[in-house]
């Protein structure tokens, strides 16, 4: 039977010096970047990769007001439409 190609992790980490009320880790992606959700204190929240505690890749940001940026993301900013 083949190994699975992805391995499912959770972790939980409280995080104050970016203010963020928690950080979930749910899985992995190819490049070496983690997906993640991120959940700030003002209301607004990110769910995509990131690589090394920065957001890298695709995400998704939702502002607090219900808008929101989704796309590309390199060295923590958006990168894209």
């Given at each position: 039977m083949p190994q699975p190609k992805w391995?499912?992790?959770?972790n939980i980490r409280i995080i104050v010096r970016r203010q963020?009320?928690?950080f979930l880790v749910f899985d992995f992606t190819e490049a070496g970047r983690e997906k993640v959700c991120e959940n700030y204190k003002n209301g607004s929240r990110y769910e995509g990769e990131v690589r090394n505690g920065v957001r890298e890749g695709k995400g998704k940001y939702y502002y607090n007001n219900g808008g929101y940026y989704e796309g590309s993301w390199k060295d923590g900013k958006m990168n894209g439409k």
């Amino acid at each position: 039977m083949p190994q699975p190609k992805w391995r499912a992790q959770v972790n939980i980490r409280i995080i104050v010096r970016r203010q963020i009320s928690f950080f979930l880790v749910f899985d992995f992606t190819e490049a070496g970047r983690e997906k993640v959700c991120e959940n700030y204190k003002n209301g607004s929240r990110y769910e995509g990769e990131v690589r090394n505690g920065v957001r890298e890749g695709k995400g998704k940001y939702y502002y607090n007001n219900g808008g929101y940026y989704e796309g590309s993301w390199k060295d923590g900013k958006m990168n894209g439409k």
